[in-house]
């Protein structure tokens, strides 16, 4: 007889004042949430359409040659340094995050990069790969068990930790000038609308405001805490540093805790489409999708981006008729639209569809 354990990660809130639970809005957290989504698949719905435009560019070799190169550090696991290690600017310059990489101690680089590479999510303070060969083992035999590219960083990182930071700042500053500038600009208002609101709500309804915006989890007492639901376990006590929340757009549907000592909690969740209350959302999803035509567009998006024209065609009505179910449709998120010179190709969030139920995703599969 098998038992099933229940996966999760638990961050405690006990004896935190209300100022020590902050919201920031973060260019280089969303910058490195970007790159793990372009890079790690399509589990990351929203990147989709920002995935499939990279890999036409004429470059595209060499940016994605180098996103690989360094994608462990913005894994599962990311490296410390990608995310706040404290309270930032408001509406920060994204180059002048990048640079505070560059001005790390090399052995701050290195410890922060190993916990990334070896797949931890907590720090390792006692560690000195630069200095202690015993070290350096350890990390490459863990680094070497998840796969070889990993461990060739390892040892570029060990053997040279200030060249390497510069090489990763490098390709960060790419990033942004060539596409991530033109992503900010139409994900950053969402990002930072949410980071208003909840700091908002958490004014006013402490921990409350933070399970409003993160569905999974719920809370607790004896000590007050959070649990998540994950797929991993985690117990994140209080720290005196506090707690940082980081909304992103492109994290949806995950959420992430790092827990560092030395500095602030991280607790990274999506970004919704909108900022009404869930509940009233998922009802006004369900009155868009109780139109047939709106369900027969859903259905013939699901695999295939298409115009408005298109649609339109295939389906023997107006162009500005069907402009006035994509737009019904774009306003609660159910699909996204992207341009193409003069055409937008519209898609199904299929993400968003399944919050609503695996059967309303099954019929349209059909």
Known sequence: MYTLTRMVVTVVFEGLRPGDIRVVADPLAELGTTLHAVMFGDHHGRARSLREELHKREHKNVFF????????????????YLLPLGDIEEDADVH???????????????????VSLIGLNTSLLSIDVLHSQEDREFVLEGASKISRSREDLANEIFAYPRETARRLCDFLHSSV????????????????????????RIEKEGVAGILAAIPTSTEARDPHRLVFDKVNSTYVPARGEGILLVPSYHLSPHLF?????????????????????PTELTSRRLVVLSDP??????????????????????????????????????EVDLVSGERYGRFVMYTLNSRVIATL????????HR
């Open 65 to 80: 040659t180098q996103a690989a190169h360094f994608q462990p550090l913005y894994g599962g696991t990311r490296a410390r």
């Open 96 to 114: 002048d995050r990048i640079e505070s990489i560059a001005s790390l101690e090399p052995e701050v680089f290195a410890r922060q990069s190993i």
């Open 177 to 200: 000038d060539e596409w991530f500038a033109d992503e900010w600009l139409k994900i950053g208002p969402k990002i930072r609308a949410e980071r208003t609101e909840r700091r908002q």
């Open 257 to 277: 805790v790092k827990d560092y000592a030395g500095y602030p909690v991280i607790l990274t969740y999506g970004v919704e489409p909108s900022t009404v209350d």
């Open 293 to 330: 035509t709106r369900r027969e567009i859903c259905r013939a998006i699901l695999r295939t981006p298409r115009t408005t024209s298109d649609l339109a065609e295939r389906m023997r009505t107006s162009e500005p008729q069907m402009s006035r179910h994509l737009r019904a449709l774009r």
């Open 357 to 364: 139920g695996t059967q309303l995703l099954a019929q349209l």
